[in-house]
């Protein structure tokens, strides 16, 4: 089993890692995909699949739901209206787009996540709630 409070522990550990498009280096360069993958790594061992080379706006170009597609193949889906340390976030940046955006709880109103311009922060879900379009829990996560 997986405990919550590992989770929250090695997410924090990529705190202050510098944001780098599709890189996936504790202390190197990750983007948000790239953080969640090193979480995984680091807490189940590898990765159940590679991800494809991806444009920041992936997304929108190919106009399909590729990372909720992965999440819901790879991850347990919970309920997003109560958010646990542990939990994988998925936003939208828009009403419409796909989704494109993660960040890991570390509580029910805080997360750690990266995005451009800014290192790995955990920061509060503030603003960022209304733009959560699913929750997931690791696969063995400790309930």
């Known amino acids: 089993m997986l405990p919550r409070a ?20 504790i ?6 995909l ?6 995984w790594r680091a807490l189940i061992g590898p990765e159940p699949e590679a991800p494809p080379p991806y444009t ?13 597609s992965a999440a819901h193949r790879h991850f347990v889906a919970a309920d997003a209206r109560w958010l646990r340390p ?8 828009r ?7 993660l960040g890991i709880a570390t509580d029910s109103n805080h997360m750690v996540h990266a995005h451009g311009g800014a290192c790995v922060a955990e920061a509060p879900i ?5 733009r959560i ?7 063995g996560v400790e309930d």
């Open 56 to 68: 920041p706006d992936w997304a929108e170009a190919l106009g399909v739901e590729t990372l909720a």
């Open 133 to 139: 379009v699913g929750a997931f829990a690791f696969p």
């Open 86 to 93: 542990g939990d994988v976030l998925l936003f939208r940046f």
């Open 126 to 130: 503030g603003l960022w709630r209304r």
């Open 34 to 39: 790239g953080l969640v993958r090193g979480v």
């Open 95 to 101: 009403e419409g787009a796909p989704a494109k955006h």
């Open 6 to 25: 590992e989770i929250v522990a090695e997410a924090r550990r990529w705190i202050g890692t510098p944001y780098r498009h599709q890189a996936s280096l």
């Open 27 to 32: 202390h190197v360069g990750c983007d948000c």
